[in-house]
């Protein structure tokens, strides 16, 4: 569906009535927006909550042989911290910049919207919740790694640095290697973030105890809210 003129097509799942607090989630590479709609339907959080799941545009993926899917950016080569399609990044972060702007115009407030997202969902999460202007309610980042790392400390906002992150990898992530992902949140801590780590015996996937580590997670977050 869409809501807003401009704006990435989307599912929209509420659960509870008028909810204050909203979430965006991205999927990952090749999927679309259904990727995790089950999974918020099993959540069990303690407040009314809207989730916003985006669908990627579809482009050429150079490392899949420039065969044409959804995806929030680029990936050139298999070592995807290398040759990173930063205008692409970028151009996303924009788009995920206007989910959030819809959100503040229904009336939620910024530190009631989360950020979430797999894989290179995830990438495009931490991009855009780091450099947004002002606190979130925190950035769920899953089996995914920081993209951009070298221009952090140049692009982060203040603000974001109050963002809590919620950082989830499994030890046998055969796309999005768990150095990556384990070098990416120590980079974020050691720049003064929020870090929460938490690791699964998994490959590039979800798994359910990793589904309840998340619903216990917002679970504190929304509470303390």
Not at 24 to 45: K, P
Not at 153 to 172: D, I, M, Y
Not at 195 to 208: G, L
């Amino acid at each position: 569906m869409t809501d807003t003129a401009g704006i990435l097509p989307h599912i929209v799942l509420d659960k509870g009535k008028a909810p204050h607090h909203s979430i965006i989630w991205l999927h990952g590479l090749g999927a679309d927006g259904s990727d995790f709609v089950e999974v918020a339907e099993q959540m069990n959080l303690p407040v009314a909550m809207r989730f916003i799941f985006p669908h990627a545009p579809k482009q050429p993926v150079t490392i899949n042989g420039g065969f044409i899917m959804r995806a929030w950016y680029d990936i050139t080569e298999i070592d995807i911290a290398a040759r990173q399609d930063a205008a692409g990044i970028q151009a996303s972060q924009l788009e995920i910049g206007k989910f959030i702007a819809q959100e503040k115009i229904r009336g939620i407030s910024e530190e009631n919207i989360y950020l979430a997202g797999f894989s290179q969902g995830g990438a495009i999460a931490l991009h855009t919740g780091l450099r947004h202007p002002a606190k979130l309610g925190g950035i769920l980042a899953l089996s995914t790694y920081l993209p951009l790392a070298e221009m952090m400390s140049q692009e982060v906002s203040l603000s974001a640095k109050n963002t809590p992150v919620f950082f989830a990898h499994g030890r046998h992530d055969p796309v999005v290697p768990y150095a990556l992902g384990k070098m990416s949140a120590e980079k974020l801590q050691q720049h003064g973030h929020q870090v929460e780590w938490h690791e699964y015996d998994m490959p590039h996937s979800v798994c359910m105890e990793e589904i309840s580590d998340i619903e216990k997670w917002l679970t504190r977050r929304l509470s303390q809210a």
